[in-house]
């Protein structure tokens, strides 16, 4: 792609140049309609494009003003999806999207989309999954310490995983 697009680029003049980057425009819209983004994620497709500079805030501000980029929608989508199928906690997930630089009040909307109950069902189901294939496990201070390190991998509340790892092992 970023070939082609040098090519282009060489073969455009200056004064036509403007009229190219709008060309650009549908495959942003495209790949934004693909699934939710986040800024920075479209920020970084844009400069893998090659546009620079003020190009890309304007991209950006097209998509936003248009409804097609949002980022507590992004968010919530994010910490639902994570939790749902990849069993995430909030803390993996609150990491996760703070390394995509989502601001804080969209992670904080995103973290409310996982309720309590749901949260503490699928915590215990993971739990007692894991902890039936360490019953093997010879010592069980050793088998406690997996599952511990098992469920704050996952993003688990270290609070919340000793309670649980005293009551299942």
Known sequence: MKFYLILIME?????LFPLFLKMIE???LHYCNYQERCHQE??????????TG??????????????????ERFAKAFAGGKFRIKK???VKIKQQLKLRKVADYCIR?????IGDE???????????RKAEALKRE??????????????VQKGYEHDLVADLVKDLL
């Open 138 to 151: 010879k010592n069980k201070l050793v088998g406690e310490g997996k599952l511990y390190r098992f469920l």
């Open 26 to 28: 549908p495959f942003i």
């Open 88 to 90: 995430w906690g909030r």
């Open 118 to 128: 749901d949260y503490a069902a699928t915590l215990r189901l993971i739990a007692e």
């Open 11 to 15: 073969m455009i003049s200056a004064t």
């Open 54 to 71: 003020p190009e890309v805030e304007r991209q950006i501000a097209l998509l936003i003003e248009n409804g097609i980029l949002n980022e």
């Open 42 to 51: 479209v920020r970084n497709k844009l400069y893998d494009a090659g546009i």
């Open 109 to 113: 909307k995103g973290l409310a989309e």
